[in-house]
């Protein structure tokens, strides 16, 4: 069983820079793959960016070169470094985590999720 935090969340302008944190309990931290998706009022939640257990990263298109997600296994923690952040970018952050060697892109492959920190950007 994981649990996962997500922290770092909060109202930014336009143009700024906000780092999400995702804290996740368990000693095998190191073999899950992780991800970070959003959920925007009215909106389907969306994939955000992806890292393997392996650290290879994936973003989705809208994010890319403006996001970095990252771990470190030593802390048992993923961030995502988002910058030149937009007022479409705000939506519910979510952590999710899914063991074992597999890197999934698709919402419902991950076995557990964060309770989503709220990102709001003002224009």
């Known amino acids: 069983q994981v649990q996962l935090v997500e922290s770092g969340g909060g109202l930014v302008q336009a143009g700024n820079s906000l780092t999400l944190s995702c804290a996740a309990s368990?000693?095998?931290?190191?073999?899950?793959?992780m991800a970070w998706f959003r959920q925007a009022p009215g909106k389907e939640r969306e994939f955000v960016a992806r890292?393997?257990?392996?650290?290879?990263?994936d973003y989705a298109d809208f994010v890319k070169g403006r996001f970095t997600i990252s771990r470190d296994n030593a802390k048992n923690t993923v961030s995502l470094q988002m910058n030149s952040l937009k007022p479409e970018d705000t939506a519910v952050y979510y952590c999710?985590?899914?063991?074992?060697?597999?890197?999934?892109?698709?919402?419902?492959?991950?076995?557990?999720w964060g309770q989503g920190t709220q990102v709001t950007v003002s224009s």
């Open positions: 999710a985590a899914v063991y074992g060697g597999v890197w999934p892109k698709v919402e419902r492959s991950y076995s557990y």
């Open positions: 890292i393997s257990s392996g650290g290879n990263t």
């Open positions: 368990g000693r095998t931290f190191s073999s899950y793959a």
